[in-house]
């Protein structure tokens, strides 16, 4: 598409569609055959690192078709969406607000990408992440939580509400809810067998922390 000049290095901007573009400033790049800063070679991707890659796609991305997810820290100035609250901070509450989301609904659909399998089948890093930032957003920490609820099933209703409510981004709502939980014990212990219920896989971060409450 173009090269912004005014990022330190520079940077190329492509931009991936399968529609008509004839109506457009571009022009099309082939990756195999061009001496640009992008190319494929034998089913391999290799680009120029002293410059800045921009790769605009026209279509939804799929979390599930990823290889991988992760969180990062925002950059500090620039965003593609106005307004933004974001910039210039780390991927941790994002993280949080994910994983919130994907417990809350038990939804499947971008499980693959958070989940290691090599050396052996874990929770990502971007999970494990993710589960700390959620019980320190919903202040399961420092033996604040003292609520009526002490069922494990009804501590379960609670706590997917507190999850979607954080995930939907009322915070205040959320950990409000999340005082109805018995203790920051019971808190963490549900949410592990949720984890566990959900990925069928163990927490590492949470089996910490229930180790330190003994």
């Known amino acids: 598409m173009e090269v912004q000049t005014g990022y330190k290095p520079h940077a190329c901007r492509f931009?991936?569609?399968?529609?008509?573009?004839?109506?457009?400033?571009?022009?099309?790049?082939?990756?195999?055959?061009?001496?640009?800063?992008?190319?494929?070679?034998?089913?391999?991707?290799?680009?120029?690192?002293?410059?800045?890659?921009?790769?605009?796609?026209?279509?939804?991305?799929?979390?599930?078709?990823?290889g991988k997810v992760d969180f990062i820290r925002h950059h500090a100035q620039l965003c593609s969406i106005g307004g933004c609250y974001e910039q210039g901070k780390e991927g941790d509450g994002a993280a949080g607000r994910v994983i919130a989301y994907i417990l809350s609904r038990d939804t499947q659909a971008s499980d693959k990408p958070l989940i290691i399998t090599d050396?052996?089948?874990?929770?990502?890093?971007?999970?494990?992440?993710?589960?700390?930032?959620?019980?320190?957003?919903?202040?399961?920490?420092?033996?604040?939580?003292?609520?009526?609820?002490?069922?494990?099933?009804?501590?379960?209703?609670?706590?997917?509400?507190?999850?979607?409510?954080?995930?939907e981004g009322e915070r205040k709502a959320a950990t409000e809810t999340a005082k109805l939980i018995g203790s920051d014990k019971l808190f963490r212990e549900r949410l592990g067998a949720m984890v566990e219920g959900h990925f069928g896989l163990k927490s590492d971060v949470l089996a910490a922390e229930l180790k330190k409450a003994k």
Request: proline share 5%; with cysteine; aromatic share 6%.
């Open 15 to 66: 931009l991936i569609t399968d529609q008509n573009v004839k109506h457009l400033p571009v022009q099309p790049y082939d990756a195999t055959r061009e001496e640009g800063p992008l190319r494929h070679v034998d089913g391999v991707w290799y680009w120029n690192h002293t410059y800045t890659g921009e790769f605009l796609l026209e279509a939804s991305l799929l979390l599930n078709d990823c």
């Open 119 to 167: 050396p052996k089948k874990a929770l990502s890093t971007a999970i494990e992440r993710g589960l700390s930032q959620i019980c320190m957003a919903l202040e399961a920490i420092s033996g604040k939580l003292n609520g009526p609820l002490k069922l494990d099933g009804s501590v379960d209703s609670a706590l997917r509400a507190a999850l979607l409510q954080y995930a």
